[in-house]
Every structure is written in structure tokens, then in C-alpha cells.
């Protein structure tokens, strides 16, 4: 990503360059003078002397074009290095300090915004009369209260940031704080307000020059040559253009450079992906021919294996990852981060980012009609069908997976609406709202997002989810940014949900143990993206074989010991798996064979599956 | 080092309100996030301080560092109060208490190298510079069990575990008496969260810190710490030894807080777990806060704000409950 947006900034930086470089080296090139006067050869076309012609005194055009560049350059410059200086160092105390010296500083920064930008600067110019000096001087006054905005902007959302924080309790003084935490980490939106302010600058200046109140003549400048060249139009129009051309050319190539300037110093880049309907399905081979399982239950998923773009070419995020659901059950998927049980999920309900692949295996849903359909293979549009009918999903932050624009009761009739029912809506959704425990379901149904807390806004969500009764539920992390005490009480809701909507299978995904106890059948552990072991609940807690589950189990912060046990190391990255077990670097148990072989997923009883070569051991 | 008797810092009758922004003339209502909350950290101690989200914690974690002023009351570190002291004396006091964030990601300079931020407190105050700074980095790298060579690295090189190692060596790096941890462990997964708790426990073992340990992980606390503060909407509910609080809860909030954490040891036993969310911090109950929530309110609760006191039967526990009496372990 990083190395692509460098080379995009390759084209328009050697143009910047080479314009900047022919203005300082002006002196040295080859050029005529440009204020010499050749009246006899006035306005005279292009010649292998005079390249771009000559002008209305019979003066080189290109050399004055050239010198011209100097000018506005520098004038330009000039003037943007002030403003940037000054707004910046307004905007920063603005911004740290608020109060009476945001007042002072941002606040009049901001009346100067207020003027129309010519009539500012002619004001200036008549004051202090015409000449490079004062135009820099003007310009950097109207292109300052720029600076303090962006400034000021980046400043406030920095100054609560905790490693600013940090330094005021390590003791910095404001000064060092200012000039070594936030300077650095406000700059990349300056740098572009810099680029942005120089071709405006340019644009001005040469606009100035143009109504006589900028540069001198005969000193050359863009401004003054259009100027000229505006008398002599009919006979020489080339003149007019040769400046025009110049002024253009520069401003765009200025605007392109800060454009992918911009790209580069994001770090978020460019928004990623196209929506989900331009999506394809590419590289995913035909399914596997064996035919279907004997009883593929409610779903069934096979050898899913998923791939993310890395620098190290394509890796497996998710390998070899297959587990069955039958009606009325419910299977927790438990993982740390990087374990894939969230890509897995997202897998089957067809919400995968565009970034991530499918390249193998199926996913066998039985809908309510009886028919066994291959979700990863089936087109957007009646994937779109099935979403939000046969297969529902509640998210993590309820916060942010609401609309906070559209009342809580429409919301939850969309599921209904989007799904063909349209008679009786507002009574379904009170009852639905009702159904997961919203105290007052008649108001809230006329409530916005906002107005309920995040409990509730789960609660909305549950509802929204089982509006259409559902086959199946996909809960990803449904309770991890609620409190304990809210936690407690979404889960009893979930369970209470299985017992009314008894055919809906659930899959609950989630990185607490602890949580999916009284709430799963099944549990299956994910460790960097593949199924390491799998069991019904009672039995993973009371007997885990596979020594990733016991480790997990053991470093929960439960029980009297007094020290708690950690697991050393870190999960590895996707591009950089261990040859062997996945799990063996950081395995007490691991032995030679593990970290040569990757071990196979065996099942070791009925209904349990192991990913460890010496799970015997562990009886 | 001076020692003054007593506890190493103490916050007295700590108040602190948000205004929220209202018009140009008038003033929202503030919020209040503390109200009136005594605490005590003794040198060497590691007091916890556990509530759900709005229960003032995090407040009060900054208002002990000064990192936020007071609205109300006093903080008294090492018997100093620190609104007293002239802005240099108070920076130099900063080097002997730190602060370790929840956010590993957002605790550090992006642009920085670790090293670098790790020297910062060394060289504000002036504890080691050049290449015996350099050492000093090394030093704190290994202590907390990294490569000293990651001196180099920036920040986005490093696991979230990784940072929050390096979050505690720049605490470290000024030889601090006391140190806040506010939610340390609660961005990272369960297998890192055991590791970063261990290197805390022995780093106050082995330096002699106090520790202020802020979290919603009632497991972790009882981990960590000595004693345990409970909070609730700006209050103090319960204070006391974190091992009788986990074994004999008494305040019904704590007991509450207690049932609905997950656990795998005691599946299914929490019982009906408790009603309705915590009400809104600009708008409290009158009275006890808790009572819109508590099984065992009274109409007396709602008229006077229950004082914390000394529990019936337990000296070292302190407790904010109209029926303390009947509580009593």
C-alpha cells in the first residue's frame, strides 16, 4: 500500500521539481534577457531564437516565463512559510490552552476569513503600495487563518489523546509538549494546507500583478504577462496562452502533488473496497464434488479457507475450517485476536471485506424450505434474500450498528419491511421490542438511538435480528463493550430466546470463556485461523485436550492462586506461521514432532476434536 | 526521599464536575463524576479500584496525578497538597508518580521511537542523559521483558501486549513511588492480559510501588491487589482487604458486581442478575445511587445520601449502606 502511493507521487513531484529547479536556475540557463526590449520585433511568432515568440516590447516570452516562475515561486513560498507559521502557532495555543487564548487567537483568526480575499489584499497594496514585499506580506495575512483552523482542529482532537496525556504526567513542560508531541503528530494535514496555500498564492499573486497592485514591471511575472498580452490579443493570442499555460500547468501539478501527498501520510489510505454487490466471487473453485453429508443439520461449514493481500503475497487467515450446527443448538466460537473466529463468522453470513478471499471449502445452509444451498457460492442477491429472514446477525457495538438518523421502532420494521411483510408492522415490532425486555416498548419504538443506553441498543438490535425468525443467529461479540451487569442480562435474554424461537440455531462468537459457559452446547476454540479443538461445553472446561484451551482456561484471572499463568509470546502474525503446530512456540507440551509437522485435526471421541499430536497425554 | 507519616497519598472529599457545553451565556448543568470520595494508598500498596462505565474510576485516577484539577476537596501526596504547590515543584513531583493506560495504541507517540519516549522522563528530569540514558532504556526494556535492541522500533511495530509492556517502562523510566494503572490489561487478549498483570505484580515487589489499579475485571483486581475500592456513579459503596470483599462481599452493588462476572468455576449459580442499567451520571438518584438498582432498598434510601462508615464487625472494611447492620459478614 505504502510503497504503491510513493510511486504515485513520483509523476507529480519530478514535474514540481523540474518547475522549481528551471525558476531557481534561471540565472544559469541559456536564456535572453528578460526585460531586454527588441521593439522592431514586436509580437512576432515563435522562432529558433525566441522559442515561445516575443511579446508586445519584443521581449523573450520564455525567458520571461521562466524568470516569471522565480517570481511567482518565491513569492508564493514566501508567503505560504509565513502564513504557515503564524496559523500554526495560533491554532496550536488556540487548541492546547482554549479558553481566553482560543478567543485571541482562532476566534480573530477566524474574522479575517470573513473578507472577501482581493478586496483584503487591495486594501493592503494601497496601504503599504505595490512590490513583492507587500504581496507577501498580504498574502500571508489572508492565507494564516487557514493554518490556525487546521491547526487548531488537529490540536483538540490530539490534546486528549493519551500519549499527550502521558507527557504531562511525566512531568514535560507545555513548551516541550507542544514542540515534540503534538507539532509531529499534527503535521501531515499542515504539509497539505502548505501545498494547497502555495497554489492559491500563486493564483493570487499572478492576479494582483494582473490589476497592476503586485509585482513591478518591467520585473517579469505570470500576472504581468497576461496583463500585456491582454492589449495585443487579436494579434498575437499565443502570448495570452504561454502564461495562462504556465499558471494552469503549475497550479495542477501543485494540487496533484498534495492530492497524493495526502494518500501517503493517511495512515488509514484510501478507503478500501467496492460494495458488496460489485463484488465477485473470483478464484473460489467448484465445490468439492463429494456430494452432501447424510445430515447436513442446519449448517454445515467445510475446510473454509480464507486469504488477505499481505506484503508477503496472499495468506491464509482463516485454514481448514469446518464445524456443523444442528437446529436449536448453539455453538460458541472462541479465539483471541488473529484467530479468524470474526472472518469465519462474517464468511457465512456472505459479509466478508472485499480484501478477503474465500479460496476454498463450502458452507451448507438447510433454509426453512428444506433446501441445502452452498452460501459461499451463491450470488449477492439471493444471499440478500436470505440475510435478515433465514440468517440474522447482532454485532458488537450497538452503538454504532444503529442508524442514529431513524427512529428505533422504523429500524426494527425495516427487517420486516425488507422482507416482504407490510401489514401490521408498528403492533410486530412493540411486540418484538417487548420480547427482548425494553421497558415501555411503545415509546421506545418512537425513540432515536441516542436516546436509549447501550444495553438497550443491544436489546434493539436482538429484536431487529429475530424479527423474521430466524434459522440461524450469528452473535459476534454481542456483550464485549457492555458492563458486567448488562452483560449478564443480554446473555439471560439470549438464552431465554432459545428456548422461545426452539428451531434457531446460534452461533456465538466471542474471545471470553468465562461467558460462553452457560450459554453454549458446543464450543469451538480457534487459534491463528485454524480449529484447534472442539467439544461440548461441560466437557472442554473440565477436561480441554488440546494444550491452547488449557492454557486459556488456566491464565483466566479466577481461583485463589497467586500468581496467574500466562501463555509467553504473542499469537504470530499471518505471514509469518510457524512451519509446524501453530501453537508450538508458545506450548509447554511442544516436542520436536510438533514443530516440524503440522498436526492434523483428529477426533478423539464422539463429538470432540483435537489439534495436538499429544493430546493423550492430556487425559 | 522524604517521609512523611502517613499514607502516601491520600485524596479527601474529592469532587470533580463536567460542565457540558451549553449556549453562549449559560452553563449545562455540570456532571458530576466524583462526589466526595476519600482515599488512601499507603506506600507499597496496591489498591484496586473496580465499577461499570460512569462510576468515576478513570476521574479519579487523574484527579490523584493532577492530571485534572479537583472540583472539590484535596490530594495529599506525601503529605504535600498538590493544589498548593508552585508549577515547579509540582513537575518535579510528577517524576515520583506515573500514570500506564488502558489504550496501548493510543498511550504512545506514533512518530517516536520507543527508546525515545522511554528517555523522555529521564531527561525532563534530568536523571540520565546521552549514553548513560540509552543504558537506562536498555535497562527498563529488559526489565519488563523486552529486547533492548527494540529501543529503535516505533511503536507500530510492536503486539498490543508488546506496548503496554513499553507503556509501563516509560512509568518506570523516573523511578516513580506510585503509579496508576488505569484499565491496563483490559484492551488486550486473555492469553497477554496474564502477562502484563504478572509483570506488574512483580514489579511492585520488586520496587516497592504503590499502585492505584483501575479496572471493571473483578478477577484481575483480586489478582493484584491489597485493598478494594467499589464505585458506583461518583461513590464510594465499599472499601476493604480485596480478600474478605471477594469472599464476604457485603455491599448489595459489590455482591451484584460479583454474581453477573462471568466465571467458569461457578456456572449458573449468579441467580437473577440485577435490574435495569446504571442511570445516567447527569441526572443520579436522590439519596443512595444504587437504590434504583438495589434488591434491598428501603423508601428511606431515597431521601439521605448513606455516609461511608466503618463496618459493623470489621474494622479495616468501610461501607456507604443505610443496612449495614444487616450486611455484616
Known amino acids: 500500500m505504502r510503497r504503491l502511493s510513493i510511486r504515485a507521487l513520483a509523476a507529480p513531484g519530478i514535474l514540481a521539481a523540474i518547475i522549481v529547479l528551471a525558476a531557481i536556475a534561471a540565472p544559469l540557463l541559456p536564456l535572453t534577457d528578460p526585460v531586454r526590449q527588441d521593439v522592431a520585433n514586436r509580437l512576432t511568432g515563435p522562432s529558433f531564437t525566441h522559442w515561445l515568440g516575443q511579446d508586445e516590447y519584443g521581449r523573450d516570452v520564455l525567458s520571461r516565463i521562466v524568470w516569471g516562475a522565480r517570481v511567482s515561486l518565491s ?56 512590490g513583492a514585499g507587500t504581496l507577501v506580506f498580504s498574502l500571508a495575512i489572508l492565507f494564516a487563518p487557514g493554518f490556525a483552523r487546521v491547526a487548531y482542529a488537529e490540536t483538540l482532537s490530539a490534546r486528549s489523546l493519551d500519549y499527550v496525556t502521558a507527557q504531562e504526567a511525566l512531568g514535560a513542560r507545555t513548551r516541550r509538549i507542544l514542540a515534540r508531541t503534538l507539532l509531529p503528530n499534527i503535521a501531515p494535514p499542515l504539509l497539505v494546507q502548505f501545498s494547497l496555500t502555495v497554489a492559491s498564492a500563486m493564483v493570487l499573486e499572478s492576479g494582483l500583478s494582473f490589476l497592476g497592485l ?94 488477505i493481500p499481505s506484503r508477503a503475497g496472499q495468506v491464509q487467515v482463516v485454514r481448514d475450517v469446518g464445524f456443523s450446527l444442528a437446529p436449536g443448538e448453539t455453538l460458541a466460537i472462541v479465539g483471541e485476536s488473529g484467530s479468524g473466529k470474526t472472518l469465519t463468522g462474517l464468511a457465512v453470513m456472505g459479509l466478508l471485506p ?39 446477525m447482532i454485532f458488537q457495538d450497538p452503538s454504532s450498528s444503529l442508524n442514529p438518523l431513524l427512529r428505533i421502532g422504523a429500524q426494527v420494521g425495516e427487517s420486516l419491511r425488507a422482507h416482504g411483510v407490510t401489514q401490521g408492522v408498528k403492533a410486530r415490532v412493540v411486540a418484538l421490542l417487548r420480547q427482548v425486555g425494553l421497558p415501555d416498548p411503545e415509546r421506545a419504538a418512537d425513540a432515536y438511538p441516542h436516546e436509549v443506553s447501550g444495553g438497550q441498543r443491544q436489546r434493539v438490535m436482538i429484536a431487529a435480528a429475530i424479527a423474521n425468525h430466524p434459522r440461524l443467529l450469528l452473535a459476534d461479540e454481542p456483550t464485549t463493550a457492555l458492563d458486567v451487569t448488562v452483560q449478564a442480562q443480554i446473555l439471560g435474554l439470549l438464552a431465554e430466546l432459545r428456548r422461545a424461537e426452539g428451531a434457531m440455531g446460534m452461533v456465538f462468537v466471542t474471545h471470553n470463556l468465562a461467558v460462553v459457559s452457560d450459554i453454549a452446547d458446543r464450543v469451538l ?95 | 526521599m522524604s517521609a512523611a507519616p502517613g499514607p502516601l497519598v491520600r485524596g479527601e472529599g474529592l469532587t470533580r464536575a463536567f460542565h457540558r457545553r451549553g449556549g453562549l451565556f449559560h452553563r449545562g448543568a455540570p456532571v458530576m463524576a ?97 549514553s548513560g540514558a540509552r543504558d537506562a532504556v536498555a535497562a527498563l526494556l529488559k526489565q519488563v521483558g523486552l529486547d533492548p535492541d527494540h529501543a529503535r522500533r516505533l511503536p507500530h511495530e510492536f503486539s498490543g501486549g508488546q506496548r503496554q509492556r513499553i507503556a509501563v517502562a516509560r512509568a518506570l523510566s523516573t523511578r516513580p513511588d506510585f503509579i496508576v494503572a488505569d484499565e491496563p490489561v483490559s484492551a488486550l487478549d486473555v492469553s497477554i492480559q ?18 492505584l489499579f483501575i479496572s471493571h475485571d473483578l478477577h484481575v483486581v483480586r489478582h493484584l491487589c491489597d485493598r478494594v475500592v467499589v464505585m458506583y456513579l461518583g461513590r464510594v459503596m465499599e472499601e476493604g482487604p480485596a480478600r474478605d470483599i471477594f469472599r464476604a462481599p457485603a455491599h448489595p452493588y459489590t455482591r451484584a458486581l460479583l454474581a453477573a462476572t462471568p466465571s467458569l468455576r461457578h456456572r449458573g449459580t449468579a441467580g437473577a442478575p440485577l435490574a435495569g442499567e446504571v442511570p445516567s451520571i447527569a441526572n443520579p438518584p436522590s439519596g443512595c445511587v444504587f437504590r434504583t ?37
Not at chain 1, 451448507?364 to 439471493?382: A, I, K
Not at chain 1, 508458545?586 to 495436538?612: D, F, K, N, Q, W
Not at chain 2, 518535579?92 to 520507543?114: E, I, K, N, W
Request: aromatic residues 4%; positive net charge.
Open chain 2, 293 to 329: 438498582r438495589c434488591t434491598m432498598a428501603q423508601p428511606a434510601c431515597a431521601e439521605a445520601v448513606p455516609p461511608i462508615e466503618p463496618m459493623p464487625g470489621a474494622a479495616d472494611r468501610r461501607i456507604a449502606c443505610l443496612r449495614a447492620a444487616e450486611l455484616s459478614p
Open chain 1, 354 to 392: 472485499s480484501a478477503v478471499k474465500p479460496v476454498a471449502g463450502r458452507i451448507l445452509f438447510t433454509g426453512r424450505d428444506g433446501q441445502v444451498r452452498d452460501l459461499l457460492r451463491m450470488p449477492e442477491t439471493d444471499m440478500r434474500a436470505l440475510r435478515g429472514r433465514d440468517l440474522a
Open chain 2, 194 to 211: 496474564a502477562q502484563v498483570v504478572n509483570l506488574l505484580a512483580d514489579l511492585r515487589a520488586e520496587l516497592g510501588l504503590a499502585l
Open chain 1, 75 to 130: 513569492v508564493a513560498f514566501a508567503a505560504a512559510a509565513m502564513a504557515a507559521a503564524g496559523g500554526t502557532l495560533l491554532g496550536i495555543l488556540g487548541g492546547y490552552f482554549r479558553g481566553v487564548v482560543e478567543l485571541v487567537t482562532v476566534r480573530v483568526a477566524e474574522v479575517v476569513l470573513c473578507f472577501p480575499p482581493l478586496l483584503l489584499a487591495l486594501l493592503v497594496v494601497t496601504l503599504m503600495g505595490p
Open chain 1, 525 to 619: 476454540v480457534m487459534y491463528a485461523g485454524e480449529v484447534v479443538e472442539e467439544a461440548p461445553v461441560t466437557d472442554i472446561f473440565a477436561a480441554p485436550r488440546h494444550p491452547y484451551t488449557a492454557a486459556l482456561i488456566a491464565s483466566m484471572p479466577e481461583g485463589e492462586a497467586e500468581r496467574l499463568s500466562a501463555i509467553p509470546g504473542a499469537v504470530p502474525q499471518p505471514w509469518a506461521m510457524p512451519t509446524g503446530c501453530r501453537f508450538a512456540p508458545r506450548c509447554v507440551m511442544a516436542a520436536e514432532a510438533c514443530r516440524t509437522a503440522a498436526p492434523a485435526l483428529v477426533e478423539i471421541a464422539s463429538g470432540r476434536h483435537s489439534r495436538c499430536l499429544r493430546w493423550e497425554e492430556m487425559a
Open chain 2, 34 to 130: 466524583l462526589r466526595g470520595v476519600d482515599i488512601a494508598v499507603n506506600r507499597g500498596e496496591a489498591v484496586g479500584v473496580v465499577g461499570e462505565s460512569g462510576c468515576g474510576k478513570s476521574t479519579l485516577g487523574r484527579v490523584l496525578l493532577r492530571l485534572m484539577p479537583p472540583t472539590g476537596g484535596r490530594v495529599l501526596f506525601d503529605g504535600e497538597d498538590l493544589a498548593q504547590q508552585p508549577a515547579a515543584h509540582l513537575r518535579a513531583l510528577r517524576r515520583r508518580m506515573q500514570m500506564v493506560f488502558q489504550d496501548p495504541f493510543g498511550s504512545l507517540d506514533p512518530r517516536r521511537t520507543v527508546g525515545a519516549q522511554i528517555a523522555d522522563g529521564m531527561q525532563i528530569h534530568g536523571l540520565a542523559h546521552g
Open chain 1, 214 to 307: 503586485g509585482v513591478v514591471p518591467p520585473s517579469p511575472s505570470w500576472g504581468l504577462m497576461i496583463r500585456g498580452a491582454r492589449a495585443s490579443m487579436e494579434q498575437a493570442p499565443l502570448l495570452l496562452f504561454w502564461p495562462c499555460l504556465a499558471l494552469t500547468g503549475t497550479v495542477l501539478v501543485l494540487n496533484l502533488l498534495c492530492d497524493r501527498l495526502r494518500d501517503l501520510l493517511d495512515p488509514r489510505g484510501k478507503a478500501a473496497g467496492r460494495p458488496g454487490f460489485l463484488r465477485r466471487l473470483v478464484a473460489l473453485p467448484a465445490a468439492p464434488v463429494g456430494a452432501l453429508p447424510a445430515a447436513p443439520g442446519l449448517l454445515t461449514v467445510e475446510g473454509l479457507t480464507l486469504e
